[in-house]
C-alpha cells in the first residue's frame, strides 16, 4: 500500500467511526506511525508502506477508531508554548483553558513574585504555563489524583519548570497565603457525562470530569488563602457562568467578571477577594 493510500483509507475509517476532525487526525497517526511530519506526507505519499509501517499505522488508526484520544495515542499535546505527556490518568487540554491561563498572567502583571495557586492540576498544564510565562511566579500545584500528579511532576521536569505539587483534595480545605488561585475543576454532571463524545465519556478521568460541587467548593476555600486583593480565577461550564458569578458574590468576591473563550462562550469567571490578608 502506498502512502497516499493509507492516508486516505484512514480518513474514511475514521469519518466512519464518527471522528470529527478525520483528515487531521489520520495525518497525525500517519505521521506518528512514519515517525514523520505531515507536510512530508505530501511529498512522500507515492512510496510504498513497509510491512511494519502498515502495522504500525493499523494500530493507531484502530486505536482512534475506538475513540480514544488522539492527544492519549500520540502520547503528548500542545498547551500554549509547551508540549506536555498527556494518558488516560489526566485530561487533554483544551484551548479554553489556555484563556484562563492568559487572564490569570493578566492578573499578575506587575507582581514581581507572586503566588499562585492551581486546584486540580491533572497534567500539569495551568501551573506549569504560568510558571513558563511568568518567570518570577511561585506556583504550587495540588490534585487528589496520584496518577496525575506524576505525570504533572514528569511534564514540569521535562520542560525544566519549577513547580511545587502536592497530592491534596480541597474539599479538606487550603492552607497557605496565595495572590492568585486558579483552577479548571470538574464541572460535568453524572447525567451530562452521558451524553458527551465518547472521548470525553469513555476515556478521560470521571475524577477529573464529573462533580460540579468542586466549584463552590474551591470558590469558598479559596477565601481563606487569598491576600487583600487576591484573585480566583475558574474555568467553568458552558452555560454556567451566571451561576458560577453568583456564587462567587453570595461568597463575597467583588468585581466579579465572565471571560469569554475563543469561540465567544462565557467559560471564566473571575473575582477579587477584598478581605484578605
Known amino acids: 500500500m502506498r502512502l497516499g493510500e493509507g492516508l486516505g483509507e484512514a480518513e474514511r475509517r475514521l469519518a466512519a467511526a464518527g471522528v470529527s476532525s478525520p483528515r487531521v487526525d489520520a495525518e497525525l497517526l500517519i505521521g506518528e506511525a512514519l ?29 482512534r477508531e475506538a475513540r480514544e484520544p488522539l492527544a ?7 498547551f500554549r508554548r509547551l508540549t506536555l505527556k498527556v494518558d488516560r490518568r489526566v485530561l487533554v487540554p483544551r484551548p479554553e483553558t489556555e484563556v484562563v491561563v492568559e487572564r490569570c498572567l493578566e492578573l499578575l502583571r506587575g507582581l514581581d513574585r507572586p503566588a499562585v495557586l492551581d ?7 495551568i501551573a506549569l504555563a504560568i510558571a513558563d510565562e511568568h518567570p518570577g511566579a511561585r506556583v504550587t500545584a ?23 505539587f502536592a497530592e491534596h483534595d480541597v474539599r479538606d480545605g487550603l492552607e497557605g497565603l496565595y495572590d492568585l488561585v486558579v483552577s479548571n475543576p470538574p464541572y460535568v454532571t453524572a447525567t451530562e457525562i452521558e451524553t458527551l463524545e465518547p472521548e470525553v465519556r469513555d476515556w478521560e478521568p470521571r475524577i477529573a470530569t464529573v462533580g460540579e460541587e468542586y466549584t463552590q467548593a474551591i470558590a469558598a476555600a479559596a477565601a481563606g488563602v ?7 480565577v475558574l474555568e467553568v461550564a458552558d452555560g454556567r457562568a451566571g451561576q458560577v458569578s453568583q456564587l462567587l458574590g453570595r461568597l463575597g468576591y467583588d468585581d466579579v467578571r465572565r471571560g469569554e473563550d475563543l469561540t465567544g462562550r462565557d467559560r471564566v469567571v473571575e473575582g477579587r477577594w477584598s478581605n484578605g490578608r
Request: without cysteine; negative net charge; glycine residues 12%.
Open 35 to 63: 515517525g514523520s511530519t505531515r507536510t512530508a506526507l505530501y511529498a512522500d505519499s507515492t512510496r510504498e508502506l513497509s510491512e511494519e509501517e502498515s502495522a504500525a499505522l493499523e494500530r493507531l488508526v484502530a486505536r
Open 72 to 78: 492519549y495515542i500520540l502520547g503528548e499535546w500542545g
Open 119 to 125: 486546584v486540580g492540576t491533572g497534567s500539569g498544564a
Open 142 to 164: 495540588i490534585d487528589v489524583s496520584t496518577g496525575a500528579l506524576e505525570v504533572a511532576r514528569e511534564n514540569a521536569r521535562a520542560a525544566g519548570i519549577e513547580v511545587a
Open 226 to 232: 487569598l491576600v487583600h486583593d487576591g484573585h480566583l
